[in-house]
């Protein structure tokens, strides 16, 4: 497993905890920076996965 996909993971659990404050307190920015939050988390995980990949078919 890369880092990223761990920061990735990290990143869109603060995303769903945002959104989810944003939407129960009616705080639209907080809302939208969580979707961000998630969005951002889901590419930086699927960078560490597509680099985990490579990593692994240049050994082979």
């Not at 009616?26 to 979707?35: D, I, M, R, S």
């Amino acid at each position: 497993m890369h880092k990223d996909e761990i920061e990735g993971a990290g990143k869109q659990a603060k995303g769903a905890v945002k959104d989810a404050v944003g939407g129960l307190t009616g705080n639209e920015k907080l809302q939208a920076e969580g979707k961000l939050d998630k969005a951002a988390g889901k590419v930086q995980q699927k960078v560490g996965e597509a680099k985990d990949a490579t990593r692994d078919a240049l050994k082979k």
